[in-house]
């Protein structure tokens, strides 16, 4: 019988037919058994201690990625409070354009070979530079009315990423442009055509307007360049303005070109500045976790000289281990074909931080690949490096020049990637050389060594230094095979 009974008992289970009553309470207490005990958001987390014991190996290893992730925005941040000092409208060192915070000024042709200030700087467009601070203080830009000529504003943020959309390839009009930081709430005047949002409160905006190599558009140019202004909201009144910026003051001396390009992040001084950009800079969506990392960081160093000097050697050793290489081409991009690299993600780095960080070191302030495409080589076609003691020759074959809406150059710098000075003052050829000869076939051969490679053949020639030289192609509003990646560079032939 107890046999039977108890099988009842299991068929009924089984069956779900049999009744169990208990009290709600305990049913209450069961429901809230089963609920996820996992945290839900990063603030119920929890969060690193400023109070514990930290090695000095440890902070180290933190150190070292909090360097290679931020270089990039102390960098940005650091010309910012350099440029921004300026206290009108200038050239610093007669060559740079600089300004006050929200303003910017204007080159009136293309940028001297003697510049240090940016690595890679090109000389087929009449560059301009301002920085902004847009916590409550937003600013106009105007846009004169550039016709069929090739331009952009390029903006870029505190991380070095591209906002806004202004520019030939966008079909922006004239007009009056509001520039405006992440929580601004105001409306904008009559007389705005649109508003401009930064991802965050540091903004920096660089015009870039094509020219030609020619005394007539540098004619030209002039009436578009004296309009491109910015300004205080409070000074708006609908009304272009105008800045004659052919008779800008200089600012300090001539630069000396010897080490390359200026050095904006310091090592010794980076983790004294990582937190002033933590806490001007918002978090990426899914960066909380390595900004509470870095604070715990600099809390501890904070209190804890060994840690202090641990970090600091940190940052000696990673910006010359993973910094510095990121001037070989060889770092930077992805394998474009036939021994040259693309860029990668430009100017939309997201949390690319190898791609941001390398193109800060090597040539910041690239355009987002719709606006802009970079290719960049130090080999030849034998895997090479390219020395100025031979002569190489890039030969585009008929109709495969880069497919560009706007306009394409091959620059050559030297292994600062700085401008090779030269008795040619040549320095890029492209879309903007008129004088340029192809060859009978319709090719177009372009040559690159330090020594000429015959009378005939230097409308062609691009002088170089003795030693190490890059080559560096710019493929401005790129066509299908820009974008796609289907177009490759030319090899680079070594033919003496």
């Known amino acids: 019988m107890r046999i039977q009974r108890n099988r009842s008992i299991l068929v009924g289970l089984l ?3 049999l009744a169990v009553v208990v009290p709600s309470s305990v ?10 005990s996992t945290p839900q958001t990063f603030s119920e987390l929890s969060q690193p201690s400023p109070d514990v014991k930290m090695t000095p190996d440890y902070a180290q290893a933190i150190g070292r ?13 650091n010309r910012r409070a350099t440029i921004t000092q300026a206290p009108q409208p200038s050239l610093m060192h007669g060559v740079i354009p600089v300004a006050p915070m929200n303003r910017l ?139 004659d910026y052919s008779k ?16 904006w992040v310091v090592p010794e001084k980076f983790f004294d500045q990582l937190g002033d950009v933590l806490d001007r800079i918002p978090p990426l969506p899914g960066e909380e976790a390595l900004y509470a990392q870095f604070r715990q960081l600099l809390a501890i160093a904070d209190k804890d000289p060994a840690i202090k000097k641990a970090l600091v050697q940190a940052a000696i050793d990673t910006d010359k281990s993973v910094i510095r290489p990121f001037l070989q081409w060889e770092h930077n991009g992805v394998p474009a074909g036939n021994g040259w690299n693309r860029s990668k993600n430009n100017a939309q780095w997201g949390v690319d931080y190898f791609d941001r960080t390398g193109t800060a070191r090597s040539n910041l ?18 895997g090479n490096k390219l020395k100025g003691d031979s ?39 492209g879309t903007k050389n008129k004088m340029l000869k192809y060859n009978p076939d319709g090719s177009l051969t372009l040559y690159a060594g330090a020594k000429s490679p015959g009378k005939d053949r230097e409308p062609n020639w691009l002088p170089a230094p003795d030693g190490d030289f890059s080559l560096y192609i710019r493929a401005y509003w790129g066509k299908a095979g820009i974008l796609d990646g289907s177009w490759q560079p030319p090899k680079v032939e070594k033919i003496e």
């Open 391 to 429: 002569l190489y020759a890039v030969t585009f074959p008929k109709g495969q020049l880069p497919p560009v809406r706007g306009f394409w150059s091959l620059t050559l710098y030297n292994d600062k990637h700085l401008f090779h000075q030269n008795d040619l003052e040549r320095f890029s050829l």
């Open 365 to 382: 302030l690239d355009n987002r690949p719709a606006e802009t495409q970079y290719f960049y080589t130090d080999f030849d076609s034998g």
């Open 248 to 263: 800008l003051p200089s600012l300090g001396d001539a630069a000396d070109t010897s080490g390359g390009e200026t050095q």
């Open 65 to 77: 990625m909090a360097y290679i992730w931020g270089w990039p925005l102390v960098n940005m941040q």
């Open 105 to 243: 000024a204007m080159l009136t042709g293309y940028i001297k070979p003697t510049e240090t200030f940016i690595a890679c700087p090109n000389q087929d467009v009449a560059y301009g530079l301002g920085y902004f601070a847009l916590k409550g203080n937003p600013a106009v830009i105007q846009v004169p009315d550039f016709g069929d000529r090739f331009w952009v504003y390029a903006m870029y943020d505190g991380r070095t990423d591209q906002f806004g959309t202004v520019g030939k390839p966008y079909g922006t009009k004239p007009g009056f442009y509001l520039l405006v930081g992440p929580g601004w709430q105001g409306t904008a005047p009559k007389g705005i055509s649109g508003v401009i949002r930064s991802n965050t409160e540091f903004a920096n905006v660089v015009p870039r307007v094509f020219m030609d190599d020619t005394d007539e558009d540098r004619a030209a140019i002039q009436p578009l360049i004296s309009q491109i202004v910015a300004y205080p909201l409070s000074e708006f009144d609908g009304k272009m303005k105008t800045v």
């Open 27 to 36: 049913a209450i207490a069961a429901a809230d058994d089963i609920q996820p």
């Open 15 to 17: 069956a779900g037919t």
